[in-house]
Each structure stands twice: as C-alpha cells, then as structure tokens.
C-alpha cells in the first residue's frame, strides 16, 4: 500500500476525499480510524493535509478586504509598548496561553489526536474506563483535538456542547473584566442573583478545595446554564459547570467521564436527570478528579 | 518529495522563510520574487516582531488588517466587535508569535486564527442569525474595500477568486456557509434541504478543486 501510494502522481480519489474531509472537519469515527492508519503508513500524507489546510485558509481572500477604521493601527501599536505590554501579560497571560494551546493545533491533527489518546490513557483513566472504547473525534473546525472516554460515540449536539464549554472556559480567562459576572465567595447570593433567569439544579453543588470566585450566566448554541469560577490554592481558575441537558444527547450519568484537550486543559462530566456538570481547567487530571470527589461529597 | 509538498510551498509562499527548501527550482523562484520586488519578507517581519519591533508589527499590520478585519467583520458582522478581534489577533501575534512558516503562509494562519475566534464569539453569544441579518443590511449600505498594498498578496487574491469561480454554485455555497458562518454540514443540510451525503460530497470534492485549480494557477504563471 505504502509503495502504491508513494508512485502514484495523484492519489486515489478516496482518500483525497478523506484528507479533504479531514481538514473540512465532517469524518465520522470510522473515517478518522481509516485516516489514521492511512496517515501511520503514509506519513508524507501529513504534507497534503497542509496544503489542504492551506487552500480553505485562501478562502476568505477570495472575499473583498475591508479597510478598518484609521485609529486601529495606533490602538494596537500603543498597546504592543512594552510598558502596556507587560501590564497586559500579567492579566491575561494564563488565559492566553490556553487559548493559543487550543486554537492554533490547526495541523497534524490525527497524530494530535493520538498522542491525545496516548496521553489519556497515561494519566490513569483506564482505571475508570478501561472497559470502553476511547471514542475520538475532533471538534468541527479544527480548532480543538477534544478526546473523550467513552463507550458510545457522543453525537455532533454533543461534541459541540464539549467544544463550547472548553472555548466558554477559555475565554472566561481573558476577559478583561474578570472571569465572572457576578464576584462573590458566597454561593447563595449567586443562586439568588440567577434563580430568576435560569432554572439552577437543587443541588448546587460546591466545590470545598477552591475558593468561589463568582458565577456567569452561560449561553451555548445548544443548551444554557450557570458557569462557577473558582481559583485553587496552587492558583488555577477551574470552571465548573451545570448546564440543562438538551444540548448533550450522550448518555452521560452520574459516573464522571474524563474529557482532555489536548495540551490544554483537562475536565470531568457528568449528569443528573436534569443537567450535565463540566468541570474543566487547567490543572492536572488528578486535581480536576479531587476538586470532583469534594464536591460529590457536599 | 511528494508532490502535494511542491505545490503547497510554491502557490502559497508569500515571500516567507522557509527553513527546509525541498528543491532549487523552489528555491530559485522564491529568491528571483524577493530580488525583484525588493520586498522585506514575512519571515524577516516575524524574526523582528520576536525582539519586540512595533514597526515590523506595522508592517503586518499594514499587509493584513483587511484581510483579518474583513473576515472578523464578515463573521461577526459588528464593527466593534471586528476592530477588537483584529486587535486581539495582532496583539497575539506580537505577543506570542506561534506561527511557524513551515506549516504554511502567514495569511492562512492569520485567516484560520481569525475565523476560529470569530466563530467561537458567535457561539458564545448565541445570535448568530441575528448578527448575520445585520451583516448583510450592513453590508449592503456603502463599505469601504481596501486594495491589497502588497503586490503579492494581491496577485494571490486575484488567485482565489478565479479558483473560487471555477467551483460549482453548490461547492461554493457550501464551502462559504461552512467558512464563514461556521455552520456545520447537518445544518448546512437543513437549511439547505439536501441530503448530508450530498452536502458532505460539495464541500470535500469544492476544496479539493480548488487546490487543484490554485496549483494550476500557479503552474501558468
């Protein structure tokens, strides 16, 4: 196979479609196992997954460029000054350093992907789920190389819901107004500031190894919920999650399943009957299955 | 040297260092451009940008504002919104600098980086429809374009948009309402009322074309 593909001029039409389906983001999991075997015998195929990746990136210069107002420039020069600069790096260093993590893996995905795989494993979780399947798939922009362990394959409602929170989470760190809405270390006064704009789970659960930084209402494209910031004692925010459960078609119960971005933070979900918990940080697997643990037992 | 190799460094180098020259022909067209043109090259601008020189910022700033405030503003459809993306992308690229010319051209990965941020304000805002209808009304009222200023960047521009014309309507449409709304193929199915097979086939064969269709571009120039 390998000689065939390395002497022919053009690859065969279907796997052309598969690489292009690839960069495009739109293989189901029977593709992406296709495409990774394809890719460990063929490693050379990694160079037309750039240019691939490289002629949808041209798309938008088929458009017309738009001028921007005149005094953007001057903004972004007064604020790329080393004294601003500085200033700028305290804030929102951590944030952006996790935002640039999950955003810019934007090539060698499938070897992204499996060392992602390698690397949930390494971490121990096979303890938990060492009897399911590791179903991966990729967010559908590229953007993220989410993997999570599961012994059913999420669904696209699904995937986008995991892939939202994660970019929800993220940007709640560069936020020049702090990561929450409403700042407050007491957890009633944030269920009573949302309980009327949202239904909020009975249970409220609360996180007993972390300081309660305050709450933010939470909007994704599929479902709604509150979002919880908290700072650990070692100084990571971890966001913590209850979410309604429409936008979330996996069977997702009261066992917590790990989800890992790759080089990027990790997280744990689970459910009730109503809602689907994320907690999601930057912080080891480890702590984010402690922060859990205290919080099961409030 | 696979041949997917040679074409992607050849149409879509602007002039930007590249580290691993695959062969002299490259090699020779990429120095005959800079030679002729004079041209301080993207790479040299982000080696300046990594010791802090704001006037190679300006310069990038300079080559690609339309480029990255035109994509924001065509996916957020809120100018403000547009001007704060492009300044966050500019800020990172000085700041940070993770792009690394040999995966590919600095407008693509300014153009990916853009459109993934744009596309996930759109989702945490959670308006999209409505943000797009006053695009369009926006859009359509008077809207100053920019010529490119690089003459490069320009010629790549006219590149695309021959290749672009070359795809089928469906192809197209697809691929667009996939880029620049980031809808994804089921609802880009729905709202188009056609079969996720036939959708899926549009964008993956349209993509694929128009690689193709900017190699032989090049191949003729």
Not at chain 1, 24 to 44: K, T
Not at chain 1, 126 to 139: I, P, S
Not at chain 2, 13 to 35: D, H, K, Y
Not at chain 2, 177 to 205: D, H, T
């Given at each position: 196979m390998k000689d065939e593909f390395l002497n022919s001029e053009y690859l065969n039409s279907?796997?052309?479609?598969?690489?292009?389906?690839?960069?495009?983001?739109?293989?189901?999991?029977?593709?992406?196992?296709?495409?990774?075997?394809?890719?460990?015998?063929?490693?050379?195929?990694?160079?037309?997954?750039?240019?691939?990746?490289?002629?949808?990136?041209?798309?938008?210069?088929?458009?017309?460029?738009?001028?921007?107002?005149?005094?953007?420039?001057?903004?972004?020069?007064?604020?790329?000054?080393?004294?601003?600069?500085?200033?700028n790096n305290d804030q929102v260093q951590r944030g952006e350093k996790l935002q640039s993590r999950l955003r810019i893996r934007w090539a060698w995905g499938p070897i992204v992907t499996g060392v992602a795989v390698a690397g949930a494993i390494a971490l121990g979780?096979?303890?938990?789920?060492?009897?399911?399947?590791?179903?991966?798939?990729?967010?559908?922009?590229q953007s993220y190389k989410i993997v999570i362990a599961s012994d059913e394959m999420p669904s696209q409602d699904t995937w986008q819901s995991f892939k939202e929170v994660v970019s929800d989470h993220s940007n709640s760190l560069t936020r020049s107004q702090g990561p929450v809405d409403f700042a407050t270390q007491d957890l009633a006064a944030v269920r009573s500031q949302y309980s009327q704009r949202i239904a909020l789970s009975g249970k409220f659960p609360e996180l007993r190894k972390a300081k309660l930084l305050g709450g933010s209402l939470c909007a994704l494209s599929k479902t709604e919920g509150l979002r919880l910031s908290y700072k650990t004692a070692s100084g990571e925010v971890i966001s913590f999650y209850q979410l309604h459960r429409q936008g979330f078609s996996l069977d997702i119960n009261q066992t917590p399943i790990p989800i890992q971005v790759f080089d990027g933070p990790n997280g744990l979900v689970w459910g009730d009957q109503n809602y689907v918990f994320v907690l999601v940080g930057d912080a080891p697997a480890t702590m984010i299955r402690q922060l859990q643990r205290s919080l099961e037992s409030t | 040297?696979?041949?997917?190799?040679?074409?992607?460094?050849?149409?879509?180098?602007?002039?930007?260092?590249?580290?691993?020259?695959?062969?002299?022909?490259?090699?020779?067209?990429?120095?005959?451009?800079?030679?002729?043109?004079?041209?301080?090259?993207?790479?040299?601008?982000?080696?300046?940008?990594?010791?802090?020189?704001?006037?190679a910022l300006a310069e990038l700033y300079d080559r690609y504002s339309g480029l990255v405030y035109g994509l924001s503003l065509r996916i957020l459809g809120d100018r403000q919104e547009a001007e704060d993306l492009a300044q966050e992308i500019f800020l990172e690229l000085y700041q940070q600098n993770k792009y690394n010319p040999e995966r590919g051209s600095l407008s693509s990965y300014l153009a990916t980086l853009t459109r993934s941020r744009a596309?996930?304000?759109?989702?945490?805002?959670?308006?999209?429809?409505?943000?797009?209808?006053?695009?369009?009304?926006?859009?359509?009222?008077?809207?100053?374009?920019?010529?490119?200023?690089?003459?490069?960047l320009q010629h790549r521009q006219e590149q695309v948009r021959l290749a672009l014309e070359q795809l089928s309507d469906m192809?197209?449409?697809?691929?667009?309402?996939?880029?620049?709304?980031?809808?994804?193929?089921?609802?880009?199915?729905?709202?188009?009322?056609?079969?996720?097979?036939?959708?899926?086939?549009?964008?993956?064969?349209?993509?694929?074309?128009l690689r193709d269709q900017l190699g032989e571009t090049l191949d003729e120039g």
């Open positions: 279907e796997y052309r479609e598969l690489l292009a389906g690839y960069v495009l983001g739109d293989l189901d999991s029977e593709e992406l196992a296709q495409l990774q075997e394809l890719l460990r015998q063929n490693p050379a195929l990694k160079m037309e997954i750039l240019s691939l990746q490289e002629t949808l990136g041209a798309i938008p210069l088929g458009a017309e460029l738009q001028r921007p107002p005149a005094n953007l420039k001057s903004r972004i020069l007064q604020n790329a000054e080393p004294s601003v600069r500085q200033e979780w096979q303890n938990m789920q060492l009897r399911q399947q590791l179903a991966v798939t990729e967010a559908e922009n | 040297m696979s041949r997917a190799c040679d074409f992607m460094l050849s149409v879509f180098s602007m002039p930007v260092r590249i580290r691993a020259v695959p062969n002299l022909e490259q090699q020779s067209f990429r120095q005959g451009q800079e030679t002729n043109n004079t041209v301080v090259t993207d790479g040299e601008l982000i080696e300046r940008l990594q010791g802090g020189d704001t006037e596309i996930d304000r759109l989702r945490t805002k959670g308006n999209r429809r409505q943000i797009l209808t006053r695009w369009r009304q926006d859009m359509l009222k008077t809207n100053p374009t920019l010529p490119a200023e690089h003459a490069s192809q197209r449409q697809v691929l667009e309402l996939s880029y620049y709304e980031g809808l994804s193929q089921s609802e880009i199915a729905e709202r188009l009322q056609k079969p996720l097979g036939s959708v899926k086939s549009w964008a993956r064969r349209g993509l694929l074309k």
